[in-house]
Structure formats: structure tokens, C-alpha cells
């Protein structure tokens, strides 16, 4: 249900000139029953000056009393025939004077590090034309030579959230086609939420996966010592004394 316009000096007049419930008025005026109780006891919208609804064709005497009568009573707004029939506005966002200069750099850094994006979907983030994207897609922009690539978000010309929810739309079709996508472009298509939340470990890559473990030989095995005839150190440090050398030479 559409809310009045001023709701909260709507819920001023309300609370002030009748006896309906603060749940009713809540639910007409769009706000929480703690705060039109609030607006009671003075503590909140100090100073508001109310609205009269009757007066500006919002509500009706008989709505009004019949709400006074019933707690469970709804109020609903006076229906309105000027405002039926609109659409909302279709295209290109409105995009203030002072970021206009900013949109090539928003439209080089989408179509560099999100290329899966169409030009439909560029156009409504950043707000621009499709002859435009196409001529910066293609390197024929007149001024191309200049243009930096900067994250729209951080220029203020689209919400994190928008750019995710493109992100994440382009994801889900490249999955229904099937499409095989490598790291880098998988990096690319999840959101900023799930982006962070991804493990920083570095993985192995493919060319050498399953030899992270390979060794030229057992790390358990100790290099065997040949000792050849030594028995003991005594009998290989021993040194003839000078009569074991005559009795040598004697014989």
C-alpha cells in the first residue's frame, strides 16, 4: 500500500485530532508503532506541524470514524485518478552534471573487467548510450587515449549492490550456456560478499598437479658407512715399538 506524503505530520495530525489506535496509524503512515507512540508522548517529531490528510485528499471523514470505531479497521488512501496511469521512466539513469565527465572511465573499467556485461546492462549501471559503450568497447572514442578505468562504484554512479546483482545475473547465464570459465573470469563474476569470504590459498596449477608430493628418493634412508677391516680405533692407531722393530730385523 502507497504511503501519504509528510507521513510523519500525517501521524502528527492523526494522533493529535483523533482517537485511532497507533497501530492503525502506523500501518497507514508507513511507520513503526513505537514511533507514533513516541509522537504522543512528545519525544519524537517535536515541532512537526501535522498534516491535515482530509484536507489534501488523502483521507475521508468516513474512513476516519469508522477507524475510530474499529481498532481492526484499516485506513487506506483516498484514491487518487491524476496519479494512474504512470509509468516509470524508462532508460539511461539520470546522471548529475558534475559525474557525466566520470562515465567513460565507469564504462573502460566494466567493459575491461566484466566483458560478459551487454551494453543493455552497462547503460542502466553507469547511465549511458549504447553508441558510446560500443565506441570505448571498440577503441574509437574520441578521447580513449585519456580515459583511466575507475570502478563506478567508487565514482558514485552505481550502489555495490547493482553491480552485483549484474554480476550475478551474468554468472547464472554463463552457467545455463554451459560455458567452461576460468579462473580469472570466474574471480570476475561472483560479488564483492562472496569475493571475500574465498580462501587465500594459492592452488596448484594444473601442469604439475599431483607431484606437489614427488621426492628423487626416501627421505627415511641414511647413507650407509663402509668400515672396511677396522675391528677397533686401538688396533688402527697402534705404533710398533722400537723392539718389535729389532726382532723384525733379526729375523
Not at 491535515?52 to 475510530?68: F, G
Not at 481492526?72 to 488512501?77: I, P
Amino acid at each position: 500500500m502507497a504511503n501519504p506524503i509528510m507521513a510523519k505530520a500525517t501521524a502528527v495530525w492523526l494522533v493529535d485530532n483523533t482517537t485511532i489506535s497507533f497501530k492503525q496509524i502506523a500501518d497507514f503512515v508507513g511507520m513503526h508503532e513505537l514511533e507514533v507512540q513516541g509522537i504522543a508522548d512528545g519525544d519524537v517529531a517535536t515541532g512537526v506541524k501535522g498534516f491535515d490528510p482530509i484536507a489534501n485528499n488523502q483521507l475521508v471523514q468516513e474512513q476516519i470514524d469508522s477507524a475510530q470505531d474499529n481498532p481492526m479497521h484499516k485506513l487506506e488512501l483516498k484514491f487518487n485518478a491524476a496519479a494512474q496511469g504512470e509509468e516509470k521512466r524508462r532508460g539511461p539513469r539520470y546522471t548529475p552534471l558534475s559525474k557525466r565527465q566520470d562515465r567513460p572511465a565507469s564504462i573502460l573499467w566494466l567493459v575491461k573487467f566484466h566483458p560478459e556485461l551487454t551494453d543493455g546492462q552497462v547503460g542502466k549501471l553507469v547511465g549511458t548510450t549504447k553508441p558510446t559503450i560500443q565506441a570505448i568497447r571498440e577503441r574509437t572514442h574520441w578521447n580513449i587515449n585519456n580515459i583511466q578505468p575507475i570502478d563506478p562504484v567508487a565514482l558514485g554512479l552505481c550502489k555495490q549492490s547493482e553491480l552485483d546483482a549484474v554480476v550475478q545475473k551474468a554468472a547464472a547465464k554463463k552457467a545455463a550456456e554451459g560455458e567452461v570459465m576460468s579462473d580469472d573470469e570466474r574471480r570476475k563474476l561472483v560479488s564483492t560478499e562472496q569475493s571475500l569470504s574465498m580462501s587465500d590459498e594459492p592452488k596448484i596449477p594444473s601442469a604439475i598437479e599431483g607431484l606437489e608430493t614427488f621426492t628423487l628418493g626416501s627421505v627415511d634412508e641414511e647413507p650407509e658407512v663402509e668400515t672396511g677391516d677396522i675391528h677397533d680405533a686401538e688396533s688402527f692407531f697402534s705404533i710398533k715399538s722400537d723392539d718389535d722393530a729389532a726382532d723384525s730385523v733379526d729375523t
